[in-house]
């Protein structure tokens, strides 16, 4: 299959995003007209005062928060998904392989249920949603480091089992509550929404995106050798151990941060590297950014549907990312001339 440079997809890809963050910025409950939003998005980065007080809080406040969270988790998510990828060599990997977001859920859920913490709002429930990833990283790290390091198997056996034993617990939290909404709640954040975006939780995840990216793109070569196994990578000088617990590091804080702000939103991190490695191949430094577009894109526009599908309600996002990527999934793994990491 031929390869499309990525002097060709980045900047098609960039494009395409920038059309549908401002489409996308038009639908909900009720729908905006393009032009209008356009006006009040010239105002505003212009510094002038938009001439309609009602558009502009409807755009500036509410929608245009939600679009950019969303093109920042799904870039976070699909370069989680390639990274995670390469670091257990598994196909079937997506970011929340090590327990993450089961960890996650069981904080979240701690937060919900409790009355502890009625009145602290949304910024409980991401704390308490960031405490529990973490929380389960680092029990994942300790168990597999103590039984022999973080080798690939290794990590996704462990990372799997917790992630059951953290689901069960999460269970468990909503069966002995006496809040009846408590269980909805719950449910509703475990599929994953953006519907509490606001501009004060941009900054953190963006910024943890854009120093993983970095961070990841700069080791791409190492990356490369790595997917190919232990053995190669070591041959040609890659520190291996130490390579694996940075990856480590890095994909539980960025898959942390993510959750913490949107809940699990699945099959992103697991599809999208797969459509950008039959675009782009396997490299990394084409793959990385073609993931973080490519993940972006599909976030604003699923996102944007979860919000006119059955309006003036909406449907968790994940439910949505789910019903999408299942079957594209099977779709791009029938075709013929697509192999995992094959150049």
Not at 73 to 87: D, F, I, K, R, W
Not at 161 to 184: C, E, G, H, K, N
Not at 202 to 213: D, G, N, W, Y
């Amino acid at each position: 299959m031929t390869r499309v440079h990525t002097t060709i997809v980045v900047p098609v890809l960039l494009a395409a995003l920038a059309v549908v963050m401002v489409l996308a910025t038009g639908f909900g409950a009720e729908s905006l007209p393009v032009s209008g939003v356009l006006e009040v998005l010239e105002h505003r980065l212009t510094g002038r005062i938009p001439p309609d007080p009602g558009m502009d809080t409807i755009v500036w406040q509410l929608r245009v928060p939600r679009t950019v969270l969303a093109a920042i988790v799904g870039a976070g998510l699909a370069l989680a998904g390639a990274a995670m990828q390469t670091l257990v060599r598994n196909p079937l990997a997506d970011p929340f392989l090590l327990g993450v977001s089961s960890g996650a859920g069981v904080g979240a859920a701690t937060v919900i249920t409790s009355t502890a913490f009625a009145g602290a709002g949304i910024w409980a429930l991401s704390g308490g949603a960031l405490a529990g990833a973490f929380a389960a990283a680092a029990l994942v790290f300790a168990i597999a480091v103590s039984q022999g390091g973080l080798t690939p198997l290794r990590l996704v056996l462990t990372g799997t089992v917790l992630a059951s034993a953290f689901s069960a617990m999460t269970s468990y939290l909503i069966f002995r509550s006496t809040d009846p909404a408590a269980a909805q709640s719950v449910l509703f954040w475990l599929l994953g929404s953006l519907a509490g975006a606001d501009w004060t939780r941009i900054a953190v995840p963006l910024a943890v995106v854009t120093v993983s990216a970095i961070g990841l793109i700069a080791a791409a070569r190492w990356l490369d050798a790595l997917h190919l196994g232990a053995d190669t990578a070591a041959s040609v000088g890659v520190p291996v151990r130490e390579l694996r617990i940075a990856l480590f590091v890095l994909l539980a804080v960025l898959v942390g941060v993510l959750v913490a702000v949107s809940g699990g939103i699945g099959f992103v991190g697991l599809v999208v590297p797969h459509a950008a490695r039959l675009v782009v191949g396997p490299r990394h430094r084409a793959l990385l950014p073609t993931c973080a577009l490519l993940g972006a894109v599909f976030l604003v526009i699923a996102d944007a549907a979860t919000r006119v599908l059955v309006r003036p309600t909406e449907i968790p996002v994940g439910v949505l990312t789910g019903l999408i990527g299942a079957p594209a999934f099977l779709i791009l793994m029938g075709r013929r001339y697509y192999r995992f990491g094959a150049s």
